[in-house]
């Protein structure tokens, strides 16, 4: 079974911004769906606050390079964030659903304990 990917928002310097075929990336691949009219407005909020946030999915953050994402909506796609460019890395992951069945489930039963919600 495939391990499910977390869900990453990272705070990256504004440098990241200079390059324009970056920004092509970022919109091309849709990491920021913003219309054409407010990307320098983007960039220019970026350097006031010294960074920007970009979220997606986590394919890995022990590679020697960077970060490296994919965009929410396209797991084909993957985009590697060099660690100079990255301030700070936050990670998520939605909750998996507990399972316990046979003795455990009678031990939590005689100890007066709730059932865990999404049993039949």
């Given at each position: 079974m495939a391990e499910a990917r977390k869900h990453v928002l990272l705070w990256l310097a504004p440098e990241f911004l200079q390059s324009?075929?970056?920004?092509?990336?970022?919109?091309?691949?849709?990491?920021?769906?913003?219309?054409e009219t407010e990307w320098d407005e983007?960039?220019?909020?970026?350097?006031?606050?010294?960074?920007?946030?970009?979220?997606?999915r986590l394919v890995e953050t022990h590679h020697g390079a960077g970060v490296w994402i994919s965009p929410e909506n396209d797991q084909g796609l993957e985009l590697m964030i060099p660690w100079a460019?990255?301030?700070?890395?936050?990670?998520?992951?939605e909750p998996q659903a507990a399972k316990i069945f046979g003795l455990t489930?009678?031990?939590?039963?005689?100890?007066?304990?709730?059932?865990?919600q999404g049993r039949g």
């Open positions: 324009a075929g970056m920004v092509r990336i970022l919109r091309e691949a849709e990491f920021l769906s913003l219309p983007l960039i220019q909020s970026a350097e006031e606050a010294g960074g920007f946030a970009l979220g997606g460019y990255v301030k700070g890395v936050l990670t998520g992951q489930e009678r031990a939590v039963a005689r100890n007066g304990q709730p059932r865990p």
